[in-house]
């Protein structure tokens, strides 16, 4: 009898344990068949999968594979395109069509995504996407993506849905930021060579929950020129804390 007991606690244990989310990490690769002697085009995606809780992990691989879809697609008809291993492939041949059109001006396309789980608790699930592109031109683009989503359902968290009050938040990180970049309080936010859209200081398009605190994250052309590179500031949590609806 108390075999039995404990094979059924065992199982109820496993069956707990088996609907809990969790991440797989899997890579998808794809590679130019025109010869080249050096630079050959390649992409390369890195992502973490969701599993398990069937809805959420669903809610977020769809989110997840759209914003890299967003960062890596360049052809004029997306229907084909529904995972990971058909975005490779029409990355290559975006190229490779191009390639055909001006075979002396086009080389060197690459294309790369690394995701990883940046920050997670019992209410929040960060994924960072780290992504570089390069298509032609001066020189390739890197970037960072923060992808916000609520733990308990899967669904995405937008920037002006982490706040209490957003304007408050706004106000203290425009405070903060001009003491970083030393910016005097009462000149004009671009005083210093900064680029904020229509002289107004504003919140970055990519917020981080990290293990140190809250990461406002401004990538290059968002606030400054690429030349300047990306900007940021980092919140310790007991700072932001009472501006914070998740933690």
Known sequence: MKNYIFTILLCLIFTSCKKELSFDNEAFEEKSTIPCKNDCPNIIIEVPIAKNKKIVADSINKKVFAVIKDILYFGDDSTQVNDYKSLTKAFIASYEEMHKKFPHDTFGWEGKVTGNIEFESDQVLNIKLDHYTFTGGAHGYQGFRSLLFDKKNGKTIFNDQLFKNEKEFKAFAEKEFRAKYKIPQKANINAT?????????Q??????????????????????????????ILFPYEKVAKYLKFR
């Open 193 to 201: 060579g900064l680029m904020f859209e229509n002289d107004q200081f």
């Open 203 to 232: 919140l970055p398009q990519n917020i981080f929950y990290t293990s140190e605190g809250l990461l406002l994250y401004y990538n290059s052309y968002e606030a400054a020129s690429y030349a300047d590179g990306p900007k940021e």
